[in-house]
């Protein structure tokens, strides 16, 4: 079967139409080739962290399996680097409610979980409480 257009010139097969409509569109896929990204850089854009998907609004574990807080947001320094995440702890509708900043370097990621080894609900509110400075 071929199908032509008039007002050009083009004629497809039908195996060249199956070909066309079969070709998947264009996506960037974690592991694969993006605009940008230095090929060295590819392994650790597979194997990092989604900040939506697996970070942001989860709970913090600690090893035994106890809920912690949970991740209200993360902060990312002037030289792009990541370096605390900011942990709610306490609190109960709006009341005794808290932030604390956590260093990022202390978080593991076991069983699809973060844990932050060695806290307690206790410890966490125990913490300072961060303040976003008033330029933000």
Known sequence: MKISVLAGSVTLTTAA???VLATPANAQIAGSTTVGVEVTELNDVALGWSVKRQILGRNVYNENGEIVGKVDDLIVTPDKSLSFAIIG????????????????????????????????????????????????
Not at 89 to 96: D, E, L, Q, S, T
Not at 109 to 132: S, W
Request: proline share 4%; hydrophobic share 45%.
């Open 89 to 136: 702890a306490g609190g109960f509708v709006g009341f005794g409610h808290h932030d604390v900043a956590v260093p990022v370097k202390l978080f593991q990621r076991r069983n699809g979980k973060l844990v932050l080894k060695g806290a307690t609900k206790e410890a966490i509110k125990a913490m300072p409480n961060f303040e976003y400075s008033a330029s933000q």
């Open 17 to 19: 139409l199956a070909t």
